[in-house]
């Protein structure tokens, strides 16, 4: 069914469910795409229908670094936060894997918030998983070295795939650690050395 990603999050308000399909604008991206970029005014709120977003935040040397990913039948804590305070996005939102989104008008997410207390769970629920997320980004930049980061990041991207291949490039990865892609090359090298996982033209099998 259409309606089958948020009607497994608000399984008690099918009348919310239905709301949100009535007021939300569903759109669909290609992967590489940008649906939200920084600096931008945050008029409506994504929710992912299908595919998977990754927030993404620039520096001012132009370095970027991977915040979290945004799954199915999640949104982006940041363009809550952001659009009910009429503040522009400090977040860059893109395309990780083909998707289908529901965007939401944000005067309806602040009526949605008086009108059903489901709603509101659901917006705590992401916000108190993605401080845990950011936290982890704190945690790992502050105490681990690039190539656990690195491991880590890919072990997590074959997680939320399902698939042990992450078609990426060197250059990605070093933007989404933060890095250099000199440092990513020699890193992936060298855990292909270690036998962790074998490198092919613009993929990464993890083993």
């Not at 979290?68 to 363009?79: F, H, N, P, R, T």
């Not at 659009?83 to 083909?98: L, P, Y």
Request: aromatic content about 8%.
């Amino acid at each position: 069914m259409e309606n089958s990603v948020l009607s497994s999050e608000f399984t008690s308000s099918p009348e919310l469910v239905e709301k949100l399909y009535l007021n939300g604008n569903k759109k669909t991206y290609k992967e590489g795409d940008i649906i939200l970029d920084e600096n931008s005014s945050i008029r409506s709120i994504p929710i992912v229908m299908k595919g998977m977003i990754k927030v993404i935040r620039t520096e001012e040397d132009g370095r970027e670094i991977l915040l979290y990913y945004i799954q199915a039948g999640e949104s982006c804590i940041m363009s809550f936060l952001g659009g009910m305070h009429n503040e522009k996005s400090i977040v860059k939102a893109e395309v990780e894997e083909d998707a289908e989104i529901l965007f939401l008008p944000v005067d309806k997410v602040s009526l949605f918030i008086k009108e059903y207390p489901e709603w509101l769970d659901y917006i705590f629920r992401l916000y108190h998983k993605r401080f845990e997320e950011l936290l982890d980004i704190i945690n790992a930049i502050a105490f681990k070295k690039v190539d656990e980061r690195l491991l880590n990041l890919l072990i997590k991207k074959t997680e939320i795939s399902q698939s042990k291949t992450i078609i990426i490039t060197h250059e990605q990865l070093a933007n989404e650690l933060g890095t250099a892609r000199v440092v990513v090359s020699r890193l992936l090298k060298q855990l292909e050395d270690t036998g962790k996982l074998k490198l092919g033209r613009n993929k990464i099998i993890l083993l």
